[in-house]
């Protein structure tokens, strides 16, 4: 960068170290900053100049690793910019910020809002407290109270008082999409219009219909109120917290036909075998954030997990055939 002296380039640090320090922000905060890192700096400002001065910068952190990404929040459908970062695995910012157990707590966090049932996409607090009693050796209430405290202030989740739930925020929707695709692929709902995460939106009421799309995706995508995917007229269910306790089935059973023949002829051979397995399994259904974990779908051998969290995936595997079964009907 040229002239590292200069007041623009003074302003440019200025505008970095805010940046830091807040890791998300709205489109219009950025601007602002824009303005007072200029002023502060005495700076030459122009409104017309931000375009330029926000991809100097962005150049500048690409080459530390960092990136600023812009996604609409899917609460507020404001433009929201979220620093992230690029180098090592999506969890490495996560790794270098908790402590071995707060990680393996906030690992289970991702995964249980992430695959909630019915397309929930968050998780009560109580469910949320009692992760941390799973852990190996478990972790306080109080020590989980302060943790999930600690992920709200830094952004990496948001607490929704109304519901008494937490969800993903914009910066870990950002952050960790290559690791949420990754390693639960059969819970990744994508906007039909802009291809993005849905974590809250709307879904074709039509069973069976894939359509999903954020709520600022809705007038660009639907026309003549009619579903863009199955044409059936458009009167669409929630995704997100305002779907929890619907009875919505998670996308991965929603299969072809055919598809569910095939498996279901599987799960009866091995349904008998693991009899106790799929008795168990149907009675813990409905409620447990533990049953939850222990269903998903496949473990794909992620380097973030170790020896506890196989075992666990060794009881996923054993609960595939019941699952498939329950979830079939
Ligand atoms: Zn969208
Ligand atoms: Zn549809």
Same mark, same amino acid.
């Given at each position: 960068?040229?002239?590292?002296?200069? *007041?623009?380039?003074?302003?440019?640090?200025?505008?970095?170290?805010?940046?830091?320090?807040?890791?998300?922000?709205?489109?219009?905060?950025?601007?602002?900053?824009?303005? &007072?890192?200029?002023?502060?700096?005495?700076? $030459?400002?122009?409104?017309?100049?931000?375009?330029?001065?926000?991809?100097?910068?962005?150049? &500048?952190?690409?080459?530390?690793?960092?990136?600023?990404?812009?996604?609409?929040?899917? @609460?507020?459908?404001?433009?929201?910019?979220?620093?992230?970062?690029?180098?090592?695995?999506?969890?490495?910012?996560?790794?270098?910020?908790?402590?071995?157990?707060?990680? !393996?707590?906030?690992?289970?966090?991702?995964?249980?809002?992430?695959?909630?049932?019915?397309?929930?996409?968050?998780?009560?607090?109580?469910?949320?407290?009692?992760?941390?009693?799973?852990?190996? $050796? *478990?972790?306080?209430?109080?020590?989980?109270?302060?943790?999930?405290?600690?992920?709200?202030?830094?952004?990496? =989740?948001?607490?929704?008082?109304?519901? #008494?739930?937490?969800? =993903?925020?914009?910066?870990?929707?950002?952050?960790?999409?290559?690791?949420?695709?990754?390693?639960? *692929?059969?819970?990744?709902?994508?906007?039909?219009?802009?291809?993005?995460?849905?974590?809250?939106?709307? !879904?074709?009421?039509? $069973?069976?219909?894939?359509?999903?799309?954020?709520?600022?995706?809705?007038?660009?995508?639907?026309?003549?109120?009619?579903?863009?995917?199955?044409?059936?007229?458009?009167?669409?269910?929630?995704? #997100? @917290?305002?779907?929890?306790?619907?009875?919505?089935?998670?996308?991965?059973?929603?299969?072809?036909?055919?598809?569910?023949?095939?498996?279901?002829?599987?799960?009866?051979?091995?349904?008998?075998?693991? #009899?106790?397995? =799929?008795?168990?399994?149907?009675?813990?259904?409905?409620?447990?954030?533990?049953?939850?974990?222990?269903?998903?779908?496949?473990?794909?051998?992620?380097?973030?997990?170790?020896?506890?969290?196989?075992? @666990?995936? #060794?009881?996923?595997?054993? =609960?595939? *055939?019941?699952?498939?079964?329950?979830?079939?009907?």
């Amino acid at each position: 960068m040229p002239n590292e002296g200069s *007041p623009t380039a003074l302003a440019r640090r200025a505008y970095l170290q805010a940046i830091l320090s807040r890791r998300s922000l709205t489109e219009s905060q950025s601007k602002h900053l824009h303005r &007072s890192a200029c002023k502060v700096t005495r700076a $030459p400002y122009s409104e017309d100049e931000y375009g330029e001065f926000f991809d100097q910068v962005s150049n &500048s952190l690409s080459k530390v690793g960092l990136e600023i990404r812009r996604l609409i929040d899917q @609460e507020t459908n404001v433009a929201t910019l979220a620093l992230i970062n690029t180098k090592g695995d999506e969890m490495a910012q996560m790794a270098t910020n908790y402590s071995a157990s707060e990680l !393996a707590f906030i690992k289970r966090l991702i995964q249980a809002i992430f695959t909630a049932e019915d397309e929930a996409y968050s998780l009560t607090s109580i469910n949320a407290l009692r992760l941390g009693g799973e852990l190996k $050796p *478990p972790m306080s209430k109080r020590t989980c109270e302060k943790l999930l405290e600690n992920l709200v202030s830094k952004s990496w =989740f948001s607490y929704s008082a109304s519901s #008494g739930r937490y969800k =993903f925020s914009t910066r870990s929707i950002l952050e960790l999409e290559g690791y949420l695709r990754n390693e639960f *692929p059969d819970f990744v709902l994508e906007c039909y219009h802009c291809k993005n995460l849905v974590t809250k939106g709307l !879904a074709c009421a039509k $069973p069976n219909c894939k359509l999903r799309l954020h709520l600022h995706c809705q007038r660009a995508s639907i026309q003549s109120d009619r579903c863009s995917l199955c044409k059936s007229s458009w009167r669409p269910l929630p995704v #997100g @917290e305002e779907s929890a306790g619907s009875g919505r089935k998670p996308k991965r059973t929603r299969r072809r036909a055919s598809e569910e023949e095939e498996e279901e002829a599987d799960e009866l051979e091995q349904g008998e075998e693991n #009899g106790v397995d =799929f008795a168990r399994d149907r009675l813990e259904e409905p409620t447990s954030t533990s049953t939850d974990l222990k269903r998903r779908p496949d473990s794909r051998g992620s380097s973030l997990d170790a020896g506890a969290e196989e075992a @666990e995936a #060794g009881a996923a595997k054993r =609960f595939r *055939p019941s699952e498939r079964a329950s979830s079939s009907t």
